[in-house]
């Protein structure tokens, strides 16, 4: 028996095939929770009685038929489990998350603390480590933690960037009142004591440097024979009061004494949760410097070289963001070059800078880059091994044709900080994003009540090594469920984040997108076979039979397809050519018809009659430059004054089922076939009743 998909193990299935087992499961876990009341002072008498449940039956009714009313409802919501939904970045939720959450919601732990959350809070900082592991950096020397989602996790880490920007402000100018020699070290290299480092500079030490400068300072002075004690009350007071401290002067402040305004880099292609970050931390959206993607909606790293060597001085680099699964296109960027480019410019400018990088979609598939020895060898020599661990015994590769997402995936650990969404492809129910922060010491740095400041108890330990209790003072959330973090710990505990275990999973995805790519565009020939097939859903046999195809908008990195339909006309030899005579609004107006016929839409159409979902998106010349992905539109014939004006709709396809494979298997059905099948039938129609 072919044990490839073991994984199947985790999942409801379409059918709800594995519903007994859920039940059970989750029955045990109810039961279980019961016992537990009644073993609390069992001698306590009952206080809802009998008698008095008898009289509550009228009320349970009315919550019985809202609850009816309301489980009818929830038949119209997408079904985002079935193979047939292509549509957005969600899909099935395996049973160790679904169990683990209704246990963690059963007991309903306040995750802010340890002392609400004495259970679920350990599981949230076990979890957390097991991800930092995924993710590449050193479990014990990194700080993660649950957060509501994606969103706040990178307003987290940039604010995180945020604050230790500042850190070797405070220590210099505290050396330079206590008249206090300290050497630190440059990006460059070089060693220097801090009272003669320049401003410029000084806003471009490299990130791991200044998160550990303040607890430097504590051991350089305690050899020198102060107390630990006195040193931190002294320093704290001294922090109190320093103009560099944003949390108690606001950034407006330190910005106007450091006389030099923030700067984000990011592709166009970024989330809009970046925005936001920048409009929260009092950056405002000036900041973003937009670097241009390339063909493949990847960061062109060329014109990140130029921006960041070109910057103006009185600008600082606040953090650069590099994306790995952007939201619309799941575009890999190329991570290892935005690092050599940190190496090259710390040598050359002595400037370093914060990386964040937003893999809240593309995280999860570093668990392909698990399970197998990656600790020796150079780059290329890893790009091998994984290449041989990670692609499909018969040599088909999972993604695009180059090497840039090994490399990519490959330089995480060289990142300060990292967002992952486990409610993404960690399918684990909502809310679950994740932050992960390389440099664990940051906690020390960023503690609301105090920030700067040492806790006695759980800062200044001999090695590394922090203590959490209440983790609110720490993050930007508040009460927050541990559910989610019991959720997520068992499912990572059981599904192993490696190849072997969710890696399986995000690898059937991976094949997937690559073989409807396969089916969509590349057999263009066999669009008639499509045609044919898809015939009884059109005027077959008409007159004038009108001709559709499906473009790519780009090569998928990870497991999302953006594409379009564009009408074609057939050539003497059989030849189909693009029909160019359609103008891009045309051409527009045609994909928004196809989405409606594959979306619920804003009527209500009753979900048999939709037999596919497709999500959408926009690109505009605002986000978009035509000349980066003018090699996708030119062979469309849209031209740049069409693409300015009228945009581009595109459709969207979220791979992300783990099912389609075992489908054709098992129940010899081949979801993603009939998917192309139907969407050309329903390009077809709406082609042919399109009134020009
Ligand atoms: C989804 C997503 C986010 C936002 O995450 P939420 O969980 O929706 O808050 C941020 N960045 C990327 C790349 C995403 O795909």
């Not at 020895?373 to 040599?395: A, W």
């Amino acid at each position: 028996m072919n044990d490839d998909y073991n994984y199947a193990a985790w999942f409801l299935g379409p059918k709800a095939e594995h519903s007994d087992t859920w039940e059970k499961m989750l029955v045990y876990t109810f039961r279980d929770y019961v016992h537990w009341r009644r073993n609390y002072f069992p001698e306590d008498n009952v206080v809802i009685n009998s008698q008095l449940r008898r009289q509550h039956e009228l009320r349970l009714d009315s919550l019985r038929d809202e609850l009816t009313r309301i489980l009818a409802l929830f038949k119209a919501q997408n079904p985002i489990y079935s193979p047939r939904y292509i549509a957005h970045m969600v899909s099935e939720q395996t049973m160790p998350s679904v169990v683990g959450y209704f246990a963690g919601m059963l007991y309903n732990a306040n995750n802010i603390s340890g002392e609400s959350s004495p259970i679920g809070f350990p599981l949230e900082i076990e979890v957390g480590k097991i991800v930092a592991d995924m993710l590449g950096f050193d479990p014990s020397q990194s700080w993660t933690h649950i957060s509501s989602g994606g969103t706040i996790a990178n307003i987290e880490a940039l604010w995180i960037a945020r604050t230790v920007k500042f850190v070797p402000f405070s220590v210099r100018e505290y050396c330079r009142q206590q008249d206090m020699a300290y050497d630190i070290t440059l990006p460059d290299g070089s060693v220097c004591d801090i009272r003669k480092v320049d401003d410029c500079t000084l806003l471009h030490i490299a990130p791991a440097e200044a998160v550990r400068m303040t607890r430097r300072l504590f051991y350089t002075q305690i050899e020198a024979g102060r107390t630990a004690e006195k040193i931190m009350d002294d320093y704290s007071d001294f922090v109190k009061k320093s103009d560099y401290n944003i949390s108690e002067r606001g950034l407006a402040h330190v910005l106007a004494k450091v006389g030099a305004t923030p700067r984000v880099y990011l592709s166009p292609s970024a989330h809009y949760s970046l925005k936001k970050a920048v409009n929260v931390l009092g950056y405002g959206s000036d900041s973003l410097q937009i670097v241009d993607v390339d063909e493949n909606f990847r960061m062109n790293t060329t014109l990140l070289r130029e921006k960041l060597m070109g910057a103006p001085d009185d600008t600082y680099i606040a953090a650069v963001l590099g994306i790995a699964g952007t939201t619309e296109e799941g575009a890999v960027d190329p991570i290892h070059k935005i690092t050599a480019l940190r190496n090259e410019l710390s040598a050359t400018h002595n400037r370093s800078f914060w990386l964040h990088i937003d893999s809240a979609w593309g995280g999860y598939v570093r668990s392909l880059f698990k399970g197998y020895d990656l600790s020796s060898g150079n780059m290329d020599d890893k790009v091998e091994r994984c290449r041989v661990n990670i692609n499909t015994q018969t040599g088909e590769c999972i993604w695009s044709g180059d090497d840039n997402n090994y490399r990519a995936y490959l330089s995480f650990p060289e990142a300060d900080s990292v967002t992952i969404d486990p409610h993404k492809l960690g399918y684990i129910p909502y809310p679950a994003g994740m932050v992960s922060i390389r440099h664990g010491l940051v906690t020390e740095l960023i503690r609301q009540d105090a920030a700067y400041v040492f806790d006695k108890q759980s800062g200044l330990l001999p090695d590394f090594g922090f203590k959490i209790g209440d983790i609110g003072s720490y993050i930007l959330e508040g009460s927050k469920p541990g559910a989610a973090a019991a959720s997520c710990y068992l499912a990572h505990k059981t599904i192993p984040l490696d190849i072997e275990g969710h890696g399986a999973i995000i690898k059937s995805t991976l094949i997937s997108t690559q073989r409807l790519q396969r089916l969509m565009f590349e057999h263009l020939n066999r669009f008639d076979e499509y045609d044919r097939l898809a015939s009884h859903n059109h005027a077959a046999g008409s007159d004038e039979r009108r001709l559709v195809t499906f473009r790519p908008i780009h090569r998928p990195d990870t497991n999302l397809i953006c594409y379009m339909m564009v009408p074609v006309k057939s050539e003497k030899g059989g030849e189909y050519i693009i029909d160019k005579s359609y103008s891009l609004a045309e051409i527009n107006e045609l994909n928004t018809r196809l989405y409606a016929a594959m979306s619920v839409g804003e009527e209500y159409k009753g979900l048999q009659n939709i037999d596919f979902f497709v999500s959408r998106t926009r690109l505009t010349d605002g986000l978009y430059n035509y000349d980066s992905i003018a090699r996708i539109l030119e062979p469309l014939g849209i031209t740049r004054k069409a693409y300015v004006k009228e945009g581009l709709f595109v459709l969207r396809s979220t791979v992300m089922n783990p099912l389609y494979q075992l489908a054709v298997r098992e129940a010899e059905k081949d979801y993603l076939y009939d998917f192309v099948v139907a969407l050309h039938g329903h390009a077809s129609r709406i082609l042919h009743e399109f009134e020009r």
